[in-house]
């Protein structure tokens, strides 16, 4: 699905274009709707969402950049040798800080944490490097919907450029889209929403994803046989 085709769903939804706020145009209001479907689409820890990447360390600075569409950890490992590095707390990582407690040989990191600063992550990292490296983490991280900018700021966002939900996740998306567009005009929005989640088409899309198991019923006895 491309914004084109995004846009062409609101529209349908409440046949024409959708209702303004002062100063708001049209085509900002339809985007807006887009967000916020696809905000509430990626709520969940969908596995499509995921992604990899490595993550470098800079000498005597404790922090380190994340991607620019970081939301969650899923797993973060050392590359130096493959083992997980331990997700701890800001309070546990302040007290590391404060009590001066070592600096990192080459790679080896123990434990991370991240925080928000202005509105951006960090990861913070102890010990503290000693050097400049690159590729030190392996960064397994589910990434947030890559916000459409102002359409009438002069943003690169064409009608043609292609949405993130993949194939298997667009009807839900679409769903979503209706329902937003027409729970933002008549104010039922909450109840638009609780019929799709209690549905058939997002318990299809979970299984697809993977993220939630088909139920095969009472599982019967090996009768004698080994399990595998």
Same mark, same amino acid.
């Given at each position: 699905?491309?914004?084109?085709?995004?846009?062409?769903? =609101?529209?349908?939804?409440?046949?024409?274009?959708?209702?303004?706020?002062?100063?708001?145009?049209?085509?900002?209001?339809?985007?807006? =709707?887009?967000?916020?479907?696809?905000?509430?689409?990626?709520?969940?820890?969908?596995?499509?969402?995921?992604?990899?990447?490595?993550l470098n360390t800079n000498a005597d600075l404790r922090t380190v950049g994340m991607p620019r569409r970081y939301e969650e950890v899923v797993s973060l490992t050392r590359t130096v040798d493959g083992e997980s590095v331990e997700?701890?707390?800001?309070?546990?990582?302040?007290? &590391?800080? *404060?009590?001066?407690?070592?600096?990192?040989?080459?790679?080896?990191?123990?434990?991370?944490? =991240?925080?928000?600063?202005?509105?951006?992550?960090? &990861?913070?990292?102890?010990?503290?490097?000693?050097?400049?490296?690159?590729?030190? &983490?392996?960064?397994?991280?589910?990434?947030?919907?890559?916000?459409?900018?102002?359409? *009438?700021?002069? *943003?690169?966002?064409?009608?043609?450029?292609?949405?993130?939900?993949?194939?298997?996740?667009?009807?839900v998306f679409i769903a979503y889209l209706r329902a937003f567009a027409v729970g933002y005009e008549d104010e039922g929005l909450n109840e638009r929403i609780a019929v799709i989640e209690a549905g058939p088409l997002l318990q299809?899309?979970?299984?697809? *994803?993977?993220?939630?198991?088909?139920?095969?019923?009472?599982?019967?006895?090996?009768?004698?046989?080994?399990?595998?």
């Open positions: 699905m491309n914004l084109g085709d995004a846009k062409s769903h =609101v529209r349908h939804a409440i046949g024409g274009y959708p209702s303004v706020a002062p100063g708001q145009t049209v085509n900002q209001r339809t985007i807006e =709707v887009i967000n916020h479907a696809g905000r509430h689409l990626y709520a969940r820890p969908w596995r499509f969402r995921e992604a990899t990447t490595t997700l701890t707390t800001a309070e546990d990582m302040d007290r &590391l800080f *404060d009590g001066n407690s070592g600096t990192s040989i080459s790679g080896y990191i123990n434990r991370a944490t =991240v925080a928000w600063v202005a509105g951006n992550p960090q &990861l913070l990292v102890w010990p503290t490097p000693t050097t400049t490296e690159t590729s030190v &983490l392996r960064l397994r991280y589910r990434q947030s919907w890559d916000t459409i900018s102002d359409p *009438d700021g002069g *943003d690169a966002w064409g009608d043609t450029r292609r949405l993130d939900p993949p194939p298997y996740a667009e009807q299809t899309t979970l299984m697809k *994803d993977g993220i939630q198991s088909r139920d095969v019923g009472r599982l019967k006895p090996q009768r004698g046989r080994t399990f595998r």
